[in-house]
Protein backbone atom coordinates (compact mmCIF):
# COMPACT_ATOMS: atom_id res chain seq x y z
CA UNK A 1 0.00 0.00 0.00
CA UNK A 2 1.03 3.42 -0.54
CA UNK A 3 2.75 5.68 2.45
CA UNK A 4 3.65 9.53 3.32
CA UNK A 5 6.76 9.98 1.55
CA UNK A 6 9.54 11.17 3.59
CA UNK A 7 13.35 11.64 3.05
CA UNK A 8 15.24 8.77 4.79
CA UNK A 9 17.51 11.18 6.67
CA UNK A 10 18.08 14.56 8.14
CA UNK A 11 20.65 16.12 10.14
CA UNK A 12 21.37 18.55 11.83
CA UNK A 13 23.99 20.25 14.41
CA UNK A 14 23.24 21.38 18.22
CA UNK A 15 21.24 24.51 18.82
CA UNK A 16 20.56 24.63 14.09
CA UNK A 17 16.65 24.48 13.07
CA UNK A 18 16.07 21.34 10.85
CA UNK A 19 12.76 20.50 8.93
CA UNK A 20 11.24 17.16 7.77
CA UNK A 21 8.90 16.91 4.83
CA UNK A 22 6.07 14.92 4.49
CA UNK A 23 3.93 14.68 1.21
CA UNK A 24 0.97 12.90 0.41
CA UNK A 25 -2.35 13.33 -1.90
CA UNK A 26 -5.69 14.83 -1.68
CA UNK A 27 -7.29 11.42 -0.16
CA UNK A 28 -4.89 11.93 2.84
CA UNK A 29 -2.69 15.36 3.52
CA UNK A 30 -4.60 17.12 0.98
CA UNK A 31 -7.48 17.28 2.95
CA UNK A 32 -7.05 15.67 6.41
CA UNK A 33 -5.11 16.47 9.24
CA UNK A 34 -1.14 15.42 9.86
CA UNK A 35 0.13 13.94 12.85
CA UNK A 36 3.96 13.39 13.57
CA UNK A 37 5.37 10.85 16.21
CA UNK A 38 8.81 10.55 17.63
CA UNK A 39 10.64 7.26 17.89
CA UNK A 40 13.41 6.79 20.11
CA UNK A 41 16.26 3.88 19.32
CA UNK A 42 14.56 0.75 20.44
CA UNK A 43 11.10 1.94 21.64
CA UNK A 44 7.45 2.93 20.99
CA UNK A 45 6.54 5.81 18.71
CA UNK A 46 5.32 9.00 21.00
CA UNK A 47 2.64 11.28 20.07
CA UNK A 48 4.80 14.82 18.96
CA UNK A 49 2.13 16.60 16.95
CA UNK A 50 -1.65 15.74 16.08
CA UNK A 51 -3.92 17.93 14.08
CA UNK A 52 -1.13 19.64 12.33
CA UNK A 53 0.48 21.95 14.93
CA UNK A 54 -1.01 20.96 17.85
CA UNK A 55 1.15 19.40 20.99
CA UNK A 56 0.39 17.34 23.61
CA UNK A 57 1.23 18.02 26.86
CA UNK A 58 4.84 17.71 28.24
CA UNK A 59 6.06 18.20 24.27
CA UNK A 60 8.40 20.91 23.98
CA UNK A 61 7.56 23.93 22.20
CA UNK A 62 10.65 23.63 19.82
CA UNK A 63 8.37 21.05 18.10
CA UNK A 64 6.14 22.53 15.42
CA UNK A 65 4.15 21.26 12.61
CA UNK A 66 2.80 22.81 10.05
CA UNK A 67 0.97 22.11 6.47
CA UNK A 68 0.28 23.45 3.09
CA UNK A 69 -1.79 21.83 0.40
CA UNK A 70 -0.87 17.77 0.10
CA UNK A 71 2.51 18.74 2.23
CA UNK A 72 3.44 19.19 5.99
CA UNK A 73 6.34 19.48 7.33
CA UNK A 74 7.79 18.83 11.33
CA UNK A 75 10.44 21.73 12.54
CA UNK A 76 12.50 21.42 15.73
CA UNK A 77 14.37 24.38 16.35
CA UNK A 78 17.73 24.23 19.09
CA UNK A 79 18.43 21.02 18.04
CA UNK A 80 19.62 18.77 21.19
CA UNK A 81 21.15 15.32 21.07
CA UNK A 82 18.58 13.91 22.44
CA UNK A 83 16.43 14.48 19.27
CA UNK A 84 18.14 12.14 17.72
CA UNK A 85 15.44 9.59 16.18
CA UNK A 86 12.87 8.46 13.37
CA UNK A 87 10.35 10.98 12.43
CA UNK A 88 6.91 9.49 11.06
CA UNK A 89 4.54 11.41 9.72
CA UNK A 90 0.82 10.25 9.68
CA UNK A 91 -2.64 11.32 7.82
CA UNK A 92 -5.79 9.78 7.98
CA UNK A 93 -6.45 8.24 4.33
CA UNK A 94 -10.20 8.25 2.52
CA UNK A 95 -9.02 5.33 0.49
CA UNK A 96 -8.15 3.34 3.80
CA UNK A 97 -10.27 4.94 6.03
CA UNK A 98 -7.92 4.86 8.77
CA UNK A 99 -4.06 6.18 9.11
CA UNK A 100 -1.58 6.24 6.77
CA UNK A 101 1.96 6.81 8.13
CA UNK A 102 5.20 8.21 6.43
CA UNK A 103 8.60 5.53 5.93
CA UNK A 104 10.03 7.53 8.52
CA UNK A 105 13.00 10.53 8.63
CA UNK A 106 15.97 9.12 10.66
CA UNK A 107 17.44 12.56 12.17
CA UNK A 108 21.39 12.35 13.27
CA UNK A 109 22.31 15.01 15.25
CA UNK A 110 25.97 15.81 14.46
CA UNK B 1 -2.34 7.48 33.41
CA UNK B 2 -3.61 4.89 30.61
CA UNK B 3 -0.58 2.30 30.10
CA UNK B 4 -1.27 -0.54 27.38
CA UNK B 5 0.84 -3.36 26.91
CA UNK B 6 1.55 -6.32 24.81
CA UNK B 7 1.59 -10.29 25.28
CA UNK B 8 1.62 -13.43 23.49
CA UNK B 9 3.86 -15.42 21.75
CA UNK B 10 6.90 -14.51 19.71
CA UNK B 11 7.34 -17.13 17.26
CA UNK B 12 4.16 -17.95 14.98
CA UNK B 13 4.70 -20.82 12.46
CA UNK B 14 3.96 -20.36 8.72
CA UNK B 15 0.18 -20.27 7.82
CA UNK B 16 -0.63 -20.81 11.79
CA UNK B 17 -2.79 -17.50 13.41
CA UNK B 18 -1.00 -14.93 15.15
CA UNK B 19 -2.67 -13.92 18.43
CA UNK B 20 -2.03 -11.31 20.79
CA UNK B 21 -3.22 -9.55 23.78
CA UNK B 22 -2.98 -5.63 25.00
CA UNK B 23 -3.76 -5.15 28.55
CA UNK B 24 -5.05 -1.61 29.76
CA UNK B 25 -4.62 0.02 32.41
CA UNK B 26 -5.42 3.24 34.29
CA UNK B 27 -8.15 3.42 32.32
CA UNK B 28 -11.66 1.47 31.65
CA UNK B 29 -12.03 -0.05 28.40
CA UNK B 30 -15.87 -0.08 28.91
CA UNK B 31 -16.18 3.37 30.57
CA UNK B 32 -14.01 4.50 28.25
CA UNK B 33 -15.06 6.69 24.63
CA UNK B 34 -11.31 6.06 23.44
CA UNK B 35 -10.31 3.84 20.54
CA UNK B 36 -8.38 0.73 20.83
CA UNK B 37 -5.73 -0.68 18.01
CA UNK B 38 -2.54 -2.42 16.57
CA UNK B 39 0.09 -0.50 14.64
CA UNK B 40 2.82 -2.80 13.12
CA UNK B 41 6.25 -2.33 12.03
CA UNK B 42 8.16 -4.74 9.60
CA UNK B 43 12.00 -4.69 10.53
CA UNK B 44 13.97 -1.54 9.64
CA UNK B 45 10.16 -0.07 7.57
CA UNK B 46 7.88 2.22 8.45
CA UNK B 47 4.18 1.84 10.22
CA UNK B 48 1.02 -0.08 9.10
CA UNK B 49 -2.03 0.19 10.62
CA UNK B 50 -3.84 -3.02 11.45
CA UNK B 51 -7.09 -1.72 13.29
CA UNK B 52 -8.87 -0.49 15.34
CA UNK B 53 -12.25 -1.40 17.60
CA UNK B 54 -14.13 1.27 19.63
CA UNK B 55 -15.33 0.62 23.15
CA UNK B 56 -19.16 0.05 21.54
CA UNK B 57 -17.55 -2.94 19.75
CA UNK B 58 -17.37 -1.02 16.16
CA UNK B 59 -14.48 -2.15 14.37
CA UNK B 60 -12.31 -1.18 11.79
CA UNK B 61 -9.79 -3.15 9.55
CA UNK B 62 -6.77 -2.43 6.71
CA UNK B 63 -8.35 -3.05 3.98
CA UNK B 64 -4.91 -5.18 2.72
CA UNK B 65 -5.51 -7.50 5.99
CA UNK B 66 -9.18 -7.50 6.78
CA UNK B 67 -9.66 -10.95 5.37
CA UNK B 68 -6.78 -12.21 8.33
CA UNK B 69 -7.19 -9.88 10.59
CA UNK B 70 -9.75 -10.04 14.14
CA UNK B 71 -10.10 -7.39 16.91
CA UNK B 72 -12.23 -7.87 19.56
CA UNK B 73 -12.42 -6.76 23.50
CA UNK B 74 -12.74 -8.70 26.98
CA UNK B 75 -14.01 -6.16 28.85
CA UNK B 76 -13.97 -8.47 32.06
CA UNK B 77 -10.50 -8.30 31.71
CA UNK B 78 -9.37 -5.01 30.50
CA UNK B 79 -7.87 -6.40 27.25
CA UNK B 80 -8.36 -6.26 23.91
CA UNK B 81 -6.81 -8.80 21.29
CA UNK B 82 -5.35 -8.87 17.94
CA UNK B 83 -5.82 -12.25 15.33
CA UNK B 84 -3.84 -12.70 12.45
CA UNK B 85 -4.54 -15.80 10.20
CA UNK B 86 -2.48 -17.35 8.13
CA UNK B 87 0.50 -15.42 8.33
CA UNK B 88 3.69 -15.82 6.52
CA UNK B 89 7.12 -14.03 6.72
CA UNK B 90 5.80 -10.89 5.92
CA UNK B 91 3.61 -10.42 8.71
CA UNK B 92 7.02 -10.88 10.71
CA UNK B 93 7.09 -7.45 12.54
CA UNK B 94 7.04 -5.52 16.11
CA UNK B 95 3.30 -5.19 16.84
CA UNK B 96 2.38 -2.44 18.98
CA UNK B 97 -1.34 -1.95 20.63
CA UNK B 98 -2.20 2.23 21.20
CA UNK B 99 -5.21 3.69 22.30
CA UNK B 100 -6.79 7.24 20.95
CA UNK B 101 -8.81 9.41 21.96
CA UNK B 102 -12.57 9.19 20.74
CA UNK B 103 -12.28 13.03 19.47
CA UNK B 104 -9.49 11.51 17.12
CA UNK B 105 -11.57 9.18 14.99
CA UNK B 106 -8.52 6.69 15.58
CA UNK B 107 -6.37 9.10 13.14
CA UNK B 108 -4.01 10.01 16.05
CA UNK B 109 -2.66 7.77 18.61
CA UNK B 110 -1.21 9.10 21.81
CA UNK B 111 -0.75 5.95 23.82
CA UNK B 112 1.81 3.17 22.49
CA UNK B 113 2.73 -0.51 24.14
CA UNK B 114 6.46 -0.78 24.10
CA UNK B 115 5.66 -3.60 20.79
CA UNK B 116 6.48 -7.45 20.87
CA UNK B 117 8.66 -8.68 18.15
CA UNK B 118 6.54 -11.51 16.32
CA UNK B 119 8.84 -13.69 14.01
CA UNK B 120 7.09 -16.07 11.46
CA UNK B 121 9.25 -19.04 10.75
CA UNK B 122 8.52 -22.61 10.87
Known amino acids: QSVLTQPPSASGTPGQRVTISCSGSSSNIGSKTVNWYQQLPGTAPKLLIY???QRPSGVPDRFSGSKSGTSASLAISGLQSDDEAEYYC???????????FGGGTKLTVL | QLQVQESGPRLVRPSETLSLTCTVTGASIRRSTNYWGWIRQSPGKGLEWIGS???????YYNPSLKSRVTISVETSKNQFSLRLSSVSAADTAVYYCASAPGYSGYDWWDSWGQGTLVTVSS
Open chain 2, 53 to 59: IYYLGST
Open chain 1, 51 to 53: SNN
Open chain 1, 90 to 100: GAWDDSLNGPL
